[in-house]
Nanobody, 118 residues
Framework: QVQLVESGGGLVQPGGSLRLSCAAS????????MGWYRQAPGKQRELVAT???????RYVDSVKGRFTIYRDSDKNTVYLEMNSLKPEDTAVYYC????????????WGQGTQVTVSS
């Protein structure tokens, strides 16, 4: 069992920044991929960014150059730094973790709301 606890969401003006955090605990897989998804009202959930236990990262095109995913291995915590935020970034953001050779996340966080509005 793995628990994921998210924090850092909130209201921010366009062009502003937020940092989301996701603290993992429990039986964490030695080799894993953690990621951030988001789901806007009336939209499908989309994968925003991923990071492997080795530190390799990937991003959806719409956030490249603006968002950064990174991790603190000592704290088993993954972060999503979001800069130059746009109204279209408004969504509930979900943290996830999966083993290397599975196609879908094994565990999800509860979600944290990010609202970008003036």
């Amino acid at each position: 069992q793995v628990q994921l606890v998210e924090s850092g969401g909130g209201l921010v003006q366009p062009g502003g920044s937020l940092r989301l955090s996701c603290a993992a605990s429990g039986n964490i897989f030695s080799s894993n991929i953690m990621g951030w998804y988001r789901q806007a009202p009336g939209k499908q959930r989309e994968l925003v960014a991923t990071i492997t236990s080795g530190g390799s990262t990937r991003y959806v095109d719409s956030v490249k150059g603006r968002f950064t995913i990174y991790r603190d291995s000592d704290k088993n915590t993954v972060y999503l730094e979001m800069n130059s935020l746009k109204p279209e970034d408004t969504a509930v953001y979900y943290c996830s973790i999966r083993r290397l050779f599975v196609s879908r996340p094994d565990y999800w966080g509860q979600g944290t709301q990010v609202t970008v509005s003036s």
